[in-house]
């Protein structure tokens, strides 16, 4: 349980000392298995380890579907330590009923563990490292508004912005009135998500990366998604990401306490429904590249 006296602060620096940076179990499809992800990440990182300052395998964030198991092991030591939990996006109930955005966060309802019970199931299931639980803006106002959060929480919550317009700035006024009700939590700033707030900015990065950039130096210590997969609905075009960018991005991630976390979302997961196979070498060497780049730059 976090202490009542919750420091952001502290508890960023301790995500930091305790994982360096993080990964995510989205890498074998949005319905991949834990146990294929764990095996993909140890091989990536065997590969990208070279130039790394720490050797330390990254915390991963595991998506908490209703059939994500073994529960019991999801906090304890690993070769592939969980770091944070990945819950409910929330619907937002100002989006028509035929909003693509609305559709498929009703299927994420039905199909991801409710809150409530995941934050239950979770405070049987931990170690002494750090951990979060992580629920979109409209989630976390949600369960908050109906009175469904325990009050002893098992980990902070981590509050991620979507990709609405305005999204960050209600994500901000959800964690400060969360924070005054005493209730432990930190903001998730997803770039991707807030590069969809503006059009065509994610199909052109360029034309909203200074603003994001300001957006994301004003937070104070919060957790960073970057999301570099192939799934081009919601990854940034690594190809049009000049050096220059990765270098200013680096810069701002540098200059406060942020834990990054590299989401790598895998493209046509129809057709990689349960799992994506080590063996597909050009993903794995995408993948190597990407983290190679990224370490270069010294964002993770």
Not at 43 to 70: D, N
Not at 147 to 164: G, S
Not at 185 to 192: L, S
Request: net charge negative.
């Amino acid at each position: 349980m976090p202490p009542t006296n919750f420091n952001p602060e502290q508890f960023i620096t301790a995500l930091k000392n305790s994982y360096g940076s993080g990964i995510s179990t989205d890498v074998v499809g949005v319905f991949g298995d834990w146990y294929d992800a764990r095996e993909f990440w140890q091989y990536i990182f065997k590969e990208v380890g070279e130039g790394r300052e720490k050797s330390q395998m990254p915390g991963i964030e595991v998506l908490l579907w209703r059939f994500v198991a073994p529960w019991d092991e999801l906090g304890s030591s690993d070769a592939v330590p969980v770091a944070g939990f990945h819950g409910r996006t929330g619907i937002d109930p100002d989006l028509s009923w035929f909003n693509p955005i609305r559709l498929l966060t009703i299927g994420f309802t039905i199909l991801l563990q409710s809150t409530p019970k995941a934050l239950q199931r979770l405070s049987l299931a931990q170690d002494s490292k750090p951990h979060y639980f992580l629920i979109h803006e409209t989630e976390a106002r949600s369960v908050f508004q109906n009175n469904q959060l325990p009050t002893a929480l098992p980990c902070p919550l981590a509050i991620e912005n979507n990709p609405f317009e305005e999204s960050y700035e209600v994500t901000r006024e959800a964690v400060e009135t969360l924070t005054k009700a005493g209730i432990p939590c930190v903001p998730v700033f997803d770039i991707v998500h807030y590069l969809l707030e503006k059009p065509n900015s994610l199909i052109n990065p360029s034309k909203h990366w200074h603003e994001m950039l300001q957006k994301l130096d004003a937070l104070g210590p919060c957790i960073v998604h970057i999301s570099l997969g192939t799934n081009s609905h919601d990854s940034l075009p690594v190809e049009m990401i000049t050096e220059d960018m990765w270098s200013e991005l680096a810069s701002v991630l540098n200059s406060k306490l942020r834990y990054v976390v590299i989401e790598y979302q895998r493209s046509s997961f129809l057709d990689k429904l349960w799992s994506v196979p080590l063996e597909d070498e050009e993903f794995a060497q995408r993948t190597v590249s990407i983290f190679k780049l990224l370490t270069k730059h010294k964002i993770i």
